[in-house]
């Protein structure tokens, strides 16, 4: 099936520092690119939807000054947490799905972000 | 009430024990997922269904869209079957196919 990647895997930064997470598409063209959140043992939760070359969507709740993503090509797309603070901690999941209905959604494995 | 409700939220059970999670959803839909959350915290996609019943080694997942409930079942389950399952729905309404989520469960199969 296809693969979607992200980087890191894992990272810890100090409060006030801005963190770059990608997410790459690496055997199909993701017209389309989801980023979640996910506190411990709560569900996934959307933070905003991203279609190629557009201006990302987001979901009502999230900063988007905060949390800027961007998806120049159609195989990457960024997630910059700026000036981070210990309640941005969590994981964070990128999904994609290439074009049209019978596309499947695939899920990254993940980048569990911790504030200090 | 969530659009999108799970039950049981947890399941404990012996391996090789015939293992159903079930999912049931309020709003119309054009495919429902079924996605496995390890404790590591990686996503896998299992299925994803719009009529039928599909199957995939020992899993298999149904789904009833007049009743709008969907099943997935694990035959001869196995400890590393332990998981979070999580159903999620894409609303035909919604252009950009996002997914109303379900709260998940959280399966222990013991030795």
């Known amino acids: 099936g296809a693969v979607v990647s992200q980087h890191p895997s894992w990272v810890i930064c100090k409060s006030g520092t801005s963190v770059k997470i990608e997410c790459r598409s690496l055997d199909f063209q993701a017209t389309t690119m989801f980023w979640y959140r996910q506190f411990p043992k709560q569900s996934l939760m959307l933070m905003a939807t991203s279609n190629e070359g557009s201006k990302a969507t987001y979901e009502q709740g999230v900063e988007k000054d905060k949390f800027l993503i961007n998806h120049a090509s159609l195989t990457l797309s960024t997630l910059t947490v700026t000036s981070a603070h210990p309640e941005d901690s969590s994981f964070y999941i990128c999904?994609?799905?290439?074009?049209?209905?019978?596309?499947?959604?695939?899920f990254g494995p993940g980048t569990r972000l911790t504030v200090t | 009430k969530n659009e999108v409700e799970q039950s049981p939220q947890n399941l404990t059970a012996q391996e090789g024990e015939f293992i159903t999670i079930n999912c049931s959803y309020s709003?119309?839909?054009?495919?429902l997922h079924w996605l496995q959350q390890h404790p590591g915290g990686g996503i896998v996609s299992l299925f994803m269904l719009s009529s039928g019943k599909k199957k995939h080694g020992r899993l298999i997942a149904t789904i009833n869209i007049q009743e709008k409930h969907s099943s997935l079942h694990i035959t001869a389950s196995h400890p590393r079957d332990s998981a979070v399952y999580i159903c999620?729905?894409?609303?035909?309404?919604?252009?950009?196919?996002?997914?109303?989520w379900g709260a998940g469960t959280k399966l222990i199969i013991k030795p």
């Open positions: 999904s994609a799905r290439g074009q049209g209905d019978s596309y499947e959604q695939y």
């Open positions: 999620a729905v894409r609303s035909y309404m919604d252009s950009n196919y996002q997914l109303i």
């Open positions: 709003v119309g839909i054009s495919a």
